[in-house]
């Protein structure tokens, strides 16, 4: 039985797809762990793992996680020793994800600098970016209810004087305090 384990941590890059030469997909990324716990006079440190998917699996992160991203794993630890191109033999240890789930998605991914990057669809992207913004706003104003206007608010409050209800609540009060 080979060794299994589970670990919290984040997305270090995007995960790179690939397709092995008897039509496998995979999927290599990298997770970093922070430590919960500090020892005198040091900081926490975190730790890298390489780690691999297959199949569908391996489609899912391609598709739907990227850098940043929170994830839970359980693994399998995989050992792999290959040649090189300089003929040296390569000893390397991955986590072989069996089960992988999304925490959570680092927020404002598309307002971010790296992702507005020098490429083809840039302009494009800043459009719709712009659009959404814009969107969001007019969507928040419009679902603000009419008391919430500075216009309404003071013909919508309700004074002792314009309630028999309030009277007698304020009434009832004023009692109490004398």
């Given at each position: ?14 995960p ?48 739907y ?5 929170s ?64 969107t ?43």
């Open positions: 039985m080979l060794p299994k384990g589970y670990l919290i941590g984040n997305f270090t890059a995007d790179v797809p690939g397709i092995t030469s008897s039509s496998l997909d995979y999927s290599r990324f990298s997770v970093a762990c922070s430590e919960n716990y500090t020892r005198a006079n040091q900081s926490a440190k975190t730790h890298y793992y390489n780690c691999i998917a297959w199949g569908k699996r391996a489609q899912y992160i391609s598709t996680l990227k850098k940043g991203d994830v839970f794993i359980e693994y399998t630890l995989l050992t792999n020793n290959y040649t090189n191109i300089e003929g040296r033999v390569i000893k390397r240890v991955d986590l072989q994800v069996d089960k992988i789930e999304m925490l959570y998605q680092r927020l404002n991914k598309a307002f971010e600098s790296s992702n507005l990057s020098n490429t083809e669809n840039n302009s494009e992207d800043r459009y719709l970016l712009k659009n959404q913004e814009e969001l706003v007019d969507n928040n104003i419009s679902n603000l209810p009419e008391i919430m206007t500075t216009e309404t608010r003071e013909e919508n409050y309700e004074t002792p004087e314009s309630s028999p209800e309030l009277e007698d609540i304020y009434n009832m009060n004023k009692e109490i305090e004398d």
